[in-house]
């Protein structure tokens, strides 16, 4: 498998979310808007990429019996950088006085740390591979998961409150309440994976 194989994989085949379905409880309880997927998207990105790099440069150092324990007390590494960097320069109120994007993630950003997503990379690709093509996988599935979570924000935005990153596309009288509750997150990511598996299943 060649270097972009490696990256656009994530994009395509497997795709963390409409294919995998992996990660759904950050999938579906941060995607009330597109702002709000995005940001836990690139969030997990970060955290992928990095973890990806380091757990592939010391894999050949880690005893079998521990390798488990290692990779999440790497991934919690990173995961507490981008927690910090959040918390300190994307933690103000909205212009309406609505809650910062830090906020509204909440406690799904220290989650990563047991995102079945990170710690399956790791385990399954960076630590049987160089660092190189370990962070090009942590980029592809990453920016998958994130290209994901922004789609569902997105759609889900759009028909719970008539916007798209706050901009007001559809009139309020439209607006269908169910999509921004959690009834409506699976049924918008239902409707995306049909939409996808349709479009990329093999006739």
């Known amino acids: 498998m060649n270097h972009w194989e490696n990256f656009s994989k994530g994009f395509i085949r497997e795709n963390p979310t409409f294919v995998l379905v992996l990660g759904m409880c950050p999938t579906l309880a ?10 836990m ?12 790099v380091a757990i592939s440069l010391i894999a050949g150092s880690v005893p079998d019996k521990v390798r488990i324990p290692a990779y999440i007390v790497v991934i919690a590494a990173f995961v507490t950088i981008v927690d910090l960097l959040m918390a ?17 993630l909440g406690i799904f950003i220290p989650l990563i740390v047991v995102n079945c997503i990170v710690l399956g990379r790791a385990e399954s690709f960076a630590a049987k591979n160089r660092a190189l093509p370990s962070l090009l ?3 592809g ?33 439209t607006n269908i309440l169910i999509f921004v509750l959690a009834p409506g997150a699976f049924i918008a990511l239902g409707y995306l994976i049909m939409i996808v598996n349709r479009l990329t299943v093999k006739k």
């Open 30 to 39: 941060t995607t009330t808007s597109a702002i709000n997927g995005l940001g």
């Open 88 to 104: 300190a320069y994307v933690n103000s109120p909205g212009p309406n006085g609505e809650p910062s994007l830090y906020d509204q």
């Open 41 to 52: 998207g690139m969030a997990t990105t970060f955290v992928l990429m990095l973890s990806n």
């Open 141 to 173: 599935i990453g920016l998958g998961f994130a290209f994901a979570l922004t789609l569902l924000g997105a759609v889900r935005e759009l028909l719970g409150n008539g916007s798209v990153f706050g901009l007001q596309m559809l009139p309020k009288t």
């Open 137 to 139: 996988d942590g980029a």
